[in-house]
């Protein structure tokens, strides 16, 4: 038999930030090889953010900074009239490639862990790609990759199930990762609005919930901002959510996604918020030790122990949007994606 693992020793007190960084998107550049070098140039930028944050956060509030969470497509921006082969030739990176390992190598030298959320190609499924949280460590290796579950247009592994599941097994699916800082899940931009795709991951045990975003900023609540809050509280989670700074490069006016980067705790209190632009102000020391406190102790707010797991199956076992959407796996268009949307709303009502 061979021995366990020894866990990695705990981490009870650090700085995480949610960077609110610029997305210079790549639509407006007309070969692959000028988008490939703004994609470079931000990556390079972002280092620098993220360098000079970890030296004044540390000055500021003597705890180092070991979580950084960037924004949603903060490397290329988001499809804009491309075809998908436009797109993925101009924006999609390849696992292991130039991108990735320049990415791991920012962690590695400023000691973060980094998480990035971009989209990239799996050369089990040649003809689509997919968008990813990917988290890097202080190491220079890849921790945790989770591929976006909710989409209405991009490819998800759930339209090619079966045999994404033949391929990676279940527990591919809803990822966490073991490490210092805690136990680590990760969310992707509108799946917060989705209570499942938390609880999953609070379900096998993440305590800290990455959420990479690019979402409208307001000055009232929006959903999204709801939601952060709510999936806080029901999973007794943090969260740590990174809003783009501004959008420059397309038509859509440049300060529509800003603001609202947060780090909300298991409470559902906003520790730390950013107001609008490139900032650093979305840091909050993670209390990991509080956390776990509150997660060891009975009571009524102990969530997560009272679930009745059970009385909910059968609720979960109706059909809706159903998997397999192309299950030979071509990448499928807007129209088709909107008319299959259709029949699950048909059929959500059917008595």
Known sequence: MTKA????????????????????????????????????????????????????????????????????????GFPLGESREQWREKAVIDIGDEFEQAMAAVAKKLGVYLCSNHYENDPAFGDLYFQANVAYSPRGETVLRYRRMISLYSPTPYDVWDAYLEKYGIDSVFPVAETEIGVLGMIASEEILYPEIARMFALKGAEI???????????????KDIAKRARAIENMAYVVSANTGGLSGTPVPANSTDMMSKIVDWMGRVVAEAGAGETMNANAVIDLAGLRDARARTG????????????????????????????????????????????????????
């Open 209 to 223: 919930l990455l959420h990479p975003t690019s979402e409208v900023g307001a000055p009232a609540l929006t959903p």
């Open 5 to 76: 693992a020894a866990k990695p020793p705990s981490t009870e007190r650090y700085t995480a930030l949610a960077l609110q960084t610029r997305c210079d998107a790549v639509n407006r550049d007309k070969s692959a090889k000028d988008a490939r070098a703004r994609m470079k140039g931000a990556v390079a930028r972002v280092a620098e953010e993220i360098g000079a944050a970890k030296g004044f956060l540390k000055g500021f509030n003597g705890y180092d900074l070991k979580l950084v969470v960037l924004p949603e497509y903060w490397m290329t």
């Open 300 to 351: 009524m707010s102990n969530l997560l122990s009272r679930l009745p797991l059970a009385a909910f199956r059968h609720g979960y076992k109706a059909d809706r949007a159903l998997p397999n959407r192309t299950p030979d796996g071509r990448m499928i268009e807007r129209a088709e994606a909107i008319r299959l949307q259709q029949q699950t709303i048909e059929n959500m009502f059917r008595r």
